[in-house]
């Protein structure tokens, strides 16, 4: 049981090149999210889905798009890549019963750096 | 956004010390969570409280979420260093979306 995976692990892009953070769970849950952690910030929520076929934007979208066609994919894509998108990412997933995204589980994180 | 004013920001103590960490809100929250952050990894839950005045003791962790709902107090007994890392906690809303803390940047000196 690999809980939630996220490759890469770091990343270096040239502003306005695009990519896409991969996260996978193997345990079944329903919610998935991504967040940014800036220093000072705390986590803050780029995009979510409450499952497969559904997503929903957080607190700081733009830039950034996503997909949910199975359970246990949630990849995130950069569209063009900008410096202030330099950040680590974390993808997390949770049951999504009875409350949404309680007692989330997080992967390792993506140490992304645009130049 | 919604922001969860954690404090202090960091803390430096001695081994064996207790610690403690708070989180406000402006807002009520039905659920709080408080979340440890090794470096180079991701945050690992520690403690969920889902009851106005509940206290819940993980190991030496031990959690209350404020009777207000507005706040939720973390304490550490004893630490030893391997409790290095950020402490997170988090707040939730009926179905809404999980709000995080700035964080507390702990530090043990043995």
């Known amino acids: 049981n690999a809980g939630v995976t996220q490759t890469p692990k770091f990343q270096v892009l040239k502003t306005g090149q695009s990519m896409t953070l991969q996260c996978a769970q193997d345990m079944n849950h329903e919610y998935m999210s991504w967040y940014r952690q800036d220093p000072g910030m705390g986590l803050r929520l780029i995009h979510y889905?409450?499952?497969?076929?559904?997503?929903d934007q957080g607190e700081v979208p733009n830039g950034y798009n996503v997909s949910r066609s199975t359970t246990e994919d949630f990849p995130l894509r950069l569209l063009s890549a900008a410096p202030s998108q330099t950040s680590v990412y974390f993808c997390?997933?949770?049951?999504?019963?009875?409350?949404?995204?309680?007692?989330?589980?997080f992967g390792q994180g993506t140490r992304l750096t645009v130049v | 956004g919604q922001q969860l004013n954690q404090s202090p920001q960091s803390m430096f103590i001695q081994e064996g010390e207790d610690v403690s960490m708070n989180c406000t809100s402006s807002s009520i929250f039905n659920t709080w969570l408080w979340y440890k952050q090794e470096p180079g990894e991701g945050p690992v839950l520690l403690i969920a409280l889902y009851k106005a005045g509940e206290l819940t003791s993980n190991g030496r962790l031990t959690a209350q979420f404020g009777i207000t709902r507005k706040d939720s107090f973390l304490n550490i007994s004893a630490s030893i260093p391997s409790d290095v890392g950020i402490y997170f906690c988090a707040g939730q809303r009926g179905y809404q979306k999980v709000t995080f803390g700035t964080g507390t940047k702990l530090q043990v000196i043995p």
């Open positions: 889905s409450v499952g497969a076929g559904i997503t």
């Open positions: 997390a997933s949770s049951y999504g019963r009875p409350i949404m995204n309680t007692e989330a589980f």
